[in-house]
């Protein structure tokens, strides 16, 4: 069973730092490509960071290039994995509902389309007060 399980939302003032984690397991980790998704209250989910993608290359919006970081912990004997976001200089709207997911990348990778991705975990929340 894949599971994909977020950890490390909370409550932060604006220039304040989070680290989310993404746990990994039940899939093979480097055929899959990881995204971290937001959406915040009335607004679509939106594509926040991937790693992993089949070209090799990360990916980040414009919104929050220079400010947050993706990375992951995978050992190839294990099989768990767990991808980062760590998140500085955190603003207002960066307030959100963050979501990691995973999309089989062997061959392509749509991330940071949201409908691309195969599987999603439930979400931590991340509110940033001013």
């Known amino acids: 069973e894949v599971q994909l399980v977020e950890s490390g939302g909370g409550l932060v003032q604006a220039g304040g730092s989070l680290r989310l984690s993404c746990v990994v397991s039940?899939?093979?980790?480097?055929?899959?490509?990881i995204g971290w998704f937001r959406q915040a209250p009335g607004k679509e989910r939106e594509g926040v960071s991937c790693i992993g993608r089949t070209d090799g290359s990360s990916y980040y919006a414009d919104s929050v290039k220079g400010r947050f970081t993706i990375s992951s912990d995978h050992a190839k004997k294990n099989a768990v994995s767990t991808v980062y976001l760590q998140m500085n200089n955190l603003k207002p709207e960066d307030t959100a509902v963050y979501y990691c997911?995973?999309?089989?990348?062997?061959?392509?990778?749509?991330?940071?389309?949201?409908?691309?991705?195969?599987?999603w975990g439930k979400g931590t929340l991340v509110t940033v007060s001013s």
């Open positions: 997911a995973a999309e089989f990348a062997r061959y392509s990778s749509s991330c940071p389309r949201a409908d691309g991705m195969d599987y």
């Open positions: 039940g899939l093979a980790f480097d055929d899959y490509a």
